[in-house]
């Protein structure tokens, strides 16, 4: 089994044409779908199982929910006209302290499912004129379209799904 590329380490080219801005929508549209797939049939006992220092499979997707604040804010930092957009809490620490692991998966996804179904009603109904609109990615260190949001938080949704994959092979 191959190992999953640690998050931080990884780049992006941000090069998908206008077109594709509602098959990316779509994507983020599934990761709830997506999520609730991979823990069907997963027992209660490996669903909060920590390997080593890495987040469970709860963590994992309660970190799924504890980001949308900060894309949806993204998406404002984009129609507000701002040069920069807003930064990543580094540490992780609300999901470090949110113990998410004490929650039932059943609460996790659907919080999840609610929370993305409000990011991507935001997504469907955004002018067309903004969706190539550009501001700076202070992690990346590099210019972002509105689109390459969307792609940004399809690819955090496959990673984070790679993960629990990754969680389930190894039981």
Known sequence: MLAVFPWI??????????WMYPNLVERIRGGPARAEEAVRDV??????????TSWSIQENIGHLLDIEPLMSGRLDDF????LQLRAWE???????????????????LARFRD???RLV????????SLVERTAFHPR????MRVIDLV?????????????ITAIKQQR
Do not use: M
Not at 43 to 52: E, I, N, Q, T, W
Not at 93 to 106: E, F, G, P, Y
Not at 121 to 128: I, K, S, T, V
Not at 140 to 143: A, K, P, V
């Open 140 to 143: 990346l260190n590099r210019q």
């Open 90 to 108: 580094e540490t992780n620490r609300a999901t470090w302290q949110a113990d998410h692991n004490a929650k039932s998966i059943r609460e996790l």
């Open 115 to 117: 929370a993305r179904s």
């Open 43 to 52: 027992p209660v006992s490996l669903l909060a199982k920590r390997l080593g």
């Open 121 to 128: 009603e935001r997504f469907d109904a955004l002018d067309d």
């Open 9 to 18: 380490e990884r780049s992006f080219n941000f090069d998908c044409p206008r």
């Open 151 to 163: 792609y940004f938080i399809a690819e955090h949704d496959e990673y984070h799904l790679a993960k």
């Open 79 to 82: 129609t507000n006209g701002l």
